[in-house]
């Protein structure tokens, strides 16, 4: 063998390219017994990945199926919604007329009742929500309740009167908003937080709102948006499984 094809064979069977051969032989595949995976086929899922990252619109799709997927928030048509407490709830602050406009676009019976300068261990001593329950035999209670006890020396006092007027409610579903405070207040928001389970607990004290000449109260616009945000975490709550019937049966006096 001349010495330029010995050459041309080592270079081959090493398996490197060279200029004897342009189609050098493929290498085997490694069987099981070496440790080599076998080579999968593509799955529905890596083929809808793979095709949603050629075509934008089938990512588009691909995204719509998922969001419409997720389950729907529950009817409101209706429903009865009873929101009460103090100045805030009353009147032209825009908080009310908000909620009110998205729960009767959705079918629901929206009241409201207020009492200007109302505190938590006023409206504990009060029959007004045992009363309003008993008359509206609501579905849905919101308690807006906290405002004029932002500055309270001894917030845990309260404990026993947000108990008792959370008792009230009885097995409904329930919300306590709390006060949209405007200064460091004294505790009264954590001991709210604290204490109102089984109603939920909406904590407004760190939305930035729009107010109204005192500084306190919201405007129509600082209103609306405070609506706004409890709104979204209203309809992304789970609502309570027992119907306002059974709930009257547990109420405290």
């Not at 189609?23 to 080579?39: D, E, I, K, R, V």
């Not at 007004?128 to 008993?134: A, D, F, Q, R, T």
Request: charged share 20%.
């Amino acid at each position: 063998m001349r010495p330029l094809e010995l050459g041309c064979a080592i270079l081959v069977s090493a398996t490197l390219a060279c200029g004897c051969s342009r189609n050098p032989p493929a290498p085997a595949p490694l069987s099981a017994s070496h440790g080599a995976a076998p080579t999968a086929e593509p799955t529905g899922a890596s083929l809808r990945l793979a095709t949603a990252l050629e075509d934008p619109n089938a990512a588009r799709d691909a995204g719509a199926a998922v969001e419409s997927a997720a389950p729907a928030a529950p009817p409101l048509t209706g429903k009865v919604v009873l929101h009460v407490g103090d100045s805030m709830v009353g009147g032209n602050w825009g908080l009310t007329k908000a909620l009110d406009q998205r729960f009767t676009a959705e079918g629901a019976k929206f009241i409201r009742d207020y009492k200007v300068s109302e505190s938590i261990v006023s409206y504990d001593h009060s029959p007004k929500l045992k009363s309003l329950i008993e008359k509206h035999r609501p579905d849905i209670v919101i308690l807006t309740l906290g405002t004029n006890d932002v500055f309270v020396p001894y917030p845990a006092s309260m404990v026993g009167n947000v108990q008792n007027i959370v008792k009230r409610v009885g097995s409904r579903e329930c919300y306590w908003m709390g006060p949209p405070t405007w200064k460091p207040d004294t505790g009264i928001v954590q001991v709210l937080k604290d204490n109102v389970a089984p109603c939920k607990f909406f904590d407004s004290s760190s939305l930035k709102l729009q107010r109204g000449g005192d500084g306190i109260h919201p405007t129509d616009r600082g209103g609306a948006d405070w609506a706004t945000s409890f709104w979204t975490y209203f309809r992304a709550a789970p609502s309570a499984p027992s119907p306002a019937s059974l709930a009257d049966a547990g109420a405290a006096p």
